[in-house]
């Protein structure tokens, strides 16, 4: 076949395939303003909500899996002794009442009573303290606090006893936290400290698992047995929990054209779609698009390393200088409301957590000056080992190109998650910075992982430690919050890692769901109008 | 015959051993591993360190691999830590709408493509040869996921004729079944139709030439005939081997198409499975999709037997 007819095949099939899209996209929905949605007043019992996540985390154990979509399903399922309340401060959940010491030293937590698991039986002191110590062994959290407790224990079967070390603020919002669930003793037996399985998936939540098919769907039904709190005014994770949708069914959709389809159609009721697709769903008059609550905090991890060219305070600081935040932000592709100019450690909407100390750094942004610490540092070559995912190849391109331009030699590595971590761990003095985001909704300061020794990052300092203890020590929320603003300040002082803005997530929702409050993506209260 | 399948089982035995083999260490050189995409990336390294403990990720790798053969032997292929159970029966879930998709696929574009290309070869300069061979080439050229985004956003967006996505199962839903499949087996038939009917036409061309038609033509026979009856079976033969390395490739998992149309087959199994280092469902994957692949080489090579006598003869 000769060159030319090659050429003109090639041509054909362009413009084919050309001819085709346009005519395709003329055949595409039209977009109209977004219409005014009519709240039914009245909630509508029955009905199945479906909704979709990007990927299966395998498991609904929230103490073993950190993943955000573990924690969309597992809360649905099941619950802790408190729960955050929609202004993220800690209320009673599965405790009717509770005492602390004068010392801060005991909690003694009164169970309520008539609450029952999924499998019928009746919930237990000796169940709670099996699940503390589990989640004491296996959370994130968990592990945060265990050296602090002493002992947990059940003088009888409806009251709990937590003993600590030394007085710790922040621990009814620690067992707040959805990891800290309640399951049957048996369970914690069974399970070890792996990830619960399917037939392990017992709470005491509004919703049962009824079906779990790997990789394809994870199916809840409403729990008959579910005994609500009568509070009905606290929102978020917390009070009354009514499940008038008969179910959820939650199925796992990466691809994000076909979310979007999904949604148009009818086919699904609730999604988290990429930023790309905001402007779209925004002018669907079929759906409501709404900022979700918490959002997440963004940042550039720095290496403490002694090999790495941030151990240096005047590195740090001149990359601090460096960075376009606003350029950052504008590289994610998301939309002007998504986006929280700040560089606070916690949203802004998360009001324990978050301070506007140190602000004025965060806003600083002089390359010239950058330039002149970097040389003062003798920093001429940074490696960045960042995931190669968006944002984080999107802010890596920024970056690059703001180091290269004041004559930084720039390494580049991109890989996915875990292999991104595990080079960190495995070569710790291999990588200079790394991207990252946090949980914008975090209940206590101790939770940022890149202040924690532990972290990738191995920052240690003697001033953040007491100023840890300080908040720990807090005798009521306004001590707290000022030792909240202490660390905030202190973060931006010492630039341990560099906050570049915060992000919110969105939630698109069809007008049918009503009641839906954009809370994670909380379904109990939620109704669909026929 | 009993020799063959003989010779073939035991080259069965000896690729899943070295596929096997090859698979667990490969997996375990890519860096990070399951305990870290479990705990996900906001767990602290001591979080990670506990699950790994429990995983039994610390144990040495040839205890590792030792187990993991041994396990083989007995039909064992491990347990998957993202789902903490054993790993065959989900990867065996996964496989029906798999099968289903390239079966259908296959076998329907084999339909279209046989009548089609003896269509156009009877009349090789006609207007039906003319179109199908610009058409082919377009086929060929324009990608699948482009094909589905495009027949999604008519068929189902615009006309709601069909739903997005999904999948039901064939036995308990057979018009559930037909409405899921009905896009992801058009984009597949829309390549697989256009490979086939170039691979066959280029056979036919090649089989028109030979002496033997001549005898044929001169004992009166119409060339309708002499193609259908002569000329097709032994053109048929390399377009056989064709089919057969295609449905291969599909029963390897059509990891786009799946994805697109949230067909949950071993190619969607398999991408979760890379992304989360579950060793076991990754391993388990690699070996069956092997051992199928040998399988369709297998019935290709009987194909052949019974297509041609030299074959059968030698």
């Known amino acids: ?530 | 015959m009993l020799p063959l399948i003989l010779r073939r089982l035991r080259d069965l035995v000896i690729v899943l051993i070295l596929v096997a083999t090859a698979i667990f260490f490969i997996v375990r050189i890519i860096p990070g591993d399951p305990a870290i995409a479990i705990a996900g990336d906001q767990a602290t390294q001591a979080q990670i360190d506990a699950l790994r403990q429990t995983l039994g990720l610390e144990a040495p790798l040839w205890l590792q691999y030792l187990q993991f053969l041994g396990g083989l032997a007995i039909g064992d292929f491990g347990t998957s830590t993202t789902f903490n159970s054993p790993a065959l029966p989900i990867i065996l879930a996964s496989l029906p709408p798999t099968l289903v998709l390239a079966l259908t696929a296959t076998v329907l574009s084999v339909a279209v493509a046989v009548p089609l290309t003896v269509a156009t070869a009877l009349h090789p300069g006609g207007l039906l040869a003319r179109v199908v061979n610009r058409t082919n080439a377009v086929a060929v050229a324009v990608p699948e996921f482009w094909i589905a985004l495009i027949l999604t956003l008519f068929f189902a967006v615009r006309l709601r004729l069909l739903p997005v996505s999904g999948y039901a199962d064939p036995f308990s839903d057979p018009l559930g079944a037909i409405r899921f499949l009905a896009l992801p087996v058009i984009v597949l038939m829309i390549n697989q139709v256009a490979v086939f009917s170039l691979n066959l036409r280029e056979s036919v061309i090649g089989e028109m030439l030979h002496l033997y038609l001549r005898t044929a033509r001169a004992k009166g026979l119409r060339e309708r005939v002499v193609l259908v009856r002569h000329v097709v079976p032994n053109a048929a033969l390399p377009a056989m081997t064709v089919v057969g390395l295609n449905l291969g490739t599909l029963l390897g998992g059509v990891v786009v198409l799946e994805t697109i149309f949230v067909i949950p087959g071993l190619g969607s199994l398999l991408n979760q499975a890379v992304g989360t280092r579950d060793y076991a469902i990754i391993q388990g994957v690699t070996i069956i999709v092997a051992a199928m692949f040998v399988l369709i080489n297998f019935l290709v090579d009987l194909a052949y037997m019974f297509a041609d006598p030299k074959v059968r003869v030698s």
């Open chain 1, 1 to 530: 076949m000769s060159i030319t007819r090659h050429r003109r095949r090639a041509v054909v099939a362009i413009a084919t395939a050309v001819a085709a899209t346009l005519v395709f996209a003329a055949c595409a929905p039209a977009v109209d303003a977004p219409g005014a949605s009519t709240p039914s007043a009245e909630p509508v019992q029955g009905g199945i909500a479906t909704v979709t996540l990007n990927s299966d985390p395998g498991t609904l154990d929230m103490s073993v899996s950190s993943l955000q979509v573990t924690q969309f399903m597992g809360v649905e399922v099941f619950e802790s002794l408190f729960a955050l309340d929609a202004t993220y401060t800690p209320r009673p959940m599965l405790v009717d009442a509770y005492d602390t010491s004068a010392d801060g030293l005991t909690y003694t937590l009164t169970l309520r009573q008539g609450v029952t698991f999924h499998d019928g039986t009746a919930l237990q002191a000796a169940d709670v303290v099996a699940s503390l110590q589990r989640f004491l062994a296996t959370n994130a959290i968990g592990l945060l606090i265990a050296p602090t407790v002493s002992s947990v224990s059940a003088p009888d079967s409806s009251t709990v006893v937590i003993a600590l070390t030394a007085p710790r603020y922040g621990l009814l919002s620690e067992l707040a936290s959805p990891a800290a669930f309640i399951m049957p003793a048996a369970v914690v037996e069974a399970s070890g400290g792996k990830a619960l399985s399917a037939d392990q998936l017992i709470g005491t939540g509004p919703y049962e698992l009824t079906d779990y098919v790997p990789g394809q769907k994870v199916d809840l039904t409403r729990f008959d047995g579910y005994v609500s709190r009568a509070e009905q005014d606290w929102g978020g994770y917390a009070g009354a929990k009514h499940a008038y949708l008969d179910g959820i069914q939650y199925r796992f959709v990466s691809e994000d054209s076909t979310v979007v389809n999904g949604l148009t159609t009818g086919q699904w009721q609730v999604s988290m779609p990429s930023n790309d697709q905001y402007a779209v769903l925004s002018a669907d008059p079929s759906l409501r698009v709404a900022p979700a609550s918490g959002g997440v905090v963004n940042t550039v991890v720095l290496n403490h390393d002694p090999a790495s060219a941030f151990a240096s305070i005047d590195a740090r600081r001149a990359l601090n200088l460096l960075l376009d935040k606003k350029a950052l932000a504008a590289a994610s592709g998301a939309a002007g409301e998504l986006l929280v100019d700040s560089g606070a450690f916690a949203s802004p909407d998360n009001a324990p957590m978050y301070s506007d100390a140190g602000e004025d750094v965060y806003a600083e942004h002089d390359p010239e000056a950058a330039r002149r610490l970097f040389a003062q540092a003798g920093v001429d070559t940074v490696r960045m080992l960042v995931p190669n995912t968006q944002p984080f190849a999107a802010w890596a391109t920024v970056i690059q190109d703001e180091l290269s331009g004041i004559g930084i030699d720039v390494q580049l590595e991109s890989f996915d998650t875990a292999t991104v971590r595990a080079t960190a761990t495995q070569k710790p003095g291999s990588w200079d910075l790394s991207l990252t985001f946090i949980n914008g909704a975090l209940s206590t300061p101790s939770q940022i992982n890149w202040l924690q020794s532990g972290y990738i990052a191995k920052y240690r300092s003697d001033r953040l430690d007491s100023l840890m203890s300080a908040y720990n020590a807090s005798a009521d929320a306004d001590a707290a919050a000022a030792a909240v603003k202490e660390i905030q300040a202190f973060v931006w002082d010492e630039i341990p890692s560099i906050v570049i803005y915060g992000s919110h997530q969105y939630t698109a929702t069809s007008t049918k769901l009503e009641g839906f409050d954009n809370f994670a993506l909380v379904l109990w209260n939620s109704w669909l109008t026929p």
